[in-house]
């Protein structure tokens, strides 16, 4: 990687390597190396927003591969997951210091996926997403559009699967969706019609389901994503259908 690249460069980079890891190639280090050389260069100009933001990355990173690990059947390490942890845990001190909403916002997400995902462990991680959620949507917050949708996502799939109240588990997913539109990349796109979807079967509504399901799978196989998120939309538009009409043969799978 060229060592010239500005901070900003550098992080803005990193990110968008973590997206394309996370939905199509698997391959982190990339965004490994990118964010570690923004870490250094924040921390040698004492940029204490961007040292948050390039170790909030690098904690993202951590995150995505505990979840792969998980999502292959294996069990990450309590020092990888503590090692994740801490790096947010760090994020969160330098965006607190600094006062920038953003960072904190994302480092109090990030908490909140330690516990959720990694410690199935929600009565923990709420208190940070509801945090997060607080920050992404106070008047006048110029947080991304990403990490708000994020935050909807994850108090969606907490009213979708813990506290169950499914018409507040769409709303809030539709939120997300909205914001993942408005930001244009497909692959989000994707990821958020799923969850929708997933949540409108659960509201007792099949045919919105399948109308949304049929979009990700579209998506999905457009821009390549990994197998298993194709595979996860393509088994969700399964039930959906299934849901929609039981009487039908289930052997038609999903044809996008």
């Known amino acids: 990687m060229a060592t010239d690249q500005s901070i900003q460069d550098l992080l803005a980079a990193g990110y968008a390597a973590i997206a394309d890891a996370g939905f199509q190639t698997g391959d982190f280090a990339p965004a490994r190396e990118l964010l570690g050389q923004a870490q250094e260069q924040a921390a040698s100009a004492a940029d204490t927003v961007s040292l948050a933001s390039a170790l909030n990355g690098l904690a993202m990173v951590a995150h995505h591969e505990n979840l792969m690990l998980l999502i292959g059947g294996g069990v990450p390490a309590d020092s990888e997951i503590a090692a994740e942890e801490q790096l947010f845990r760090r994020a969160l001190a330098e965006g607190q210091q600094s006062g920038d909403a953003a960072c904190t916002a994302h480092s109090l997400f990030g908490l909140g996926l330690v516990f959720q995902v990694l410690r199935q462990d929600w009565m923990t991680a709420m208190p940070f997403y509801w945090q997060a959620l607080g920050l992404v949507t106070a008047p006048g917050s110029d947080v991304g559009r990403y990490l708000r949708s994020e935050v909807h996502r994850h108090v969606g799939f907490y009213f979708a699967v813990e506290d169950v109240q499914p018409r507040e588990a769409v709303r809030h997913l539709q939120i997300s969706l909205d914001l993942r539109e408005e930001l244009g990349d497909p692959r989000y ?37 990994l197998p298993h998120r194709l595979e996860d939309a393509e088994r969700a538009l399964r039930d959906a259908r299934a849901a929609r009409d039981p009487a039908a043969d289930g052997g038609s799978g999903a044809d996008g």
Do not use: F, Y
């Open 189 to 225: 796109i994707a990821s958020g019609l799923l969850a929708l979807g997933e949540a409108e079967l659960s509201a007792g509504n099949p045919d919105r389901a399948v109308e949304l399901l049929t979009k990700a799978v579209d998506l999905a196989r457009a821009e390549k994503l």
